[in-house]
């Protein structure tokens, strides 16, 4: 328990994954061609906005579940599921040469939340 706050760790690491949940997948959404330049050219961007439509709601339901224990255990299972499928993804197609090695960067950060909530529990 974090003394100045009065929230676990697992409540803060809910609220901190969920707002990088958030901002990630409003990138996209809000400036297609940015995220293009880092992430390369997209032929389905219908795909990648449902994708980040879908991160958007896990990390807001991450955010506001953070507020109770029991909500905490859901944001952890959510963000551990959504964490290791996004590693796997970057980990399968940046060898195939399907993404950009950019994607590598996301695996880091996927791989530090399991990490994160490994080490939380």
């Not at 400036?31 to 879908?54: C, I, N, Q, Y």
């Not at 952890?76 to 040469?97: E, Q």
């Not at 530090?112 to 939380?120: D, L």
Request: hydrophobic share 45%.
């Amino acid at each position: 328990m974090d003394p100045e706050s009065g929230q676990t760790g697992g409540a803060w690491l809910a609220r901190t994954q969920g707002a990088c949940n958030v901002l990630g997948g409003v990138w996209p959404l809000a400036h297609m061609s940015s995220f293009e330049k880092v992430f390369g050219p997209k032929v389905d961007r219908w795909l990648v906005r449902t994708v980040a439509g879908l991160l958007v709601g896990i990390g807001y339901s991450q955010i506001r579940a953070s507020r109770t224990p029991e909500g905490v255990r859901h944001a952890r299972r959510i963000g551990l599921t959504t964490a290791a499928t996004l590693l796997s993804i970057d980990l399968v197609y940046v060898p195939m040469g399907r993404i950009r090695a950019t994607y590598l960067l996301d695996a880091l950060a996927e791989a530090g939340w399991i990490y994160a909530w490994r080490r939380a529990r």
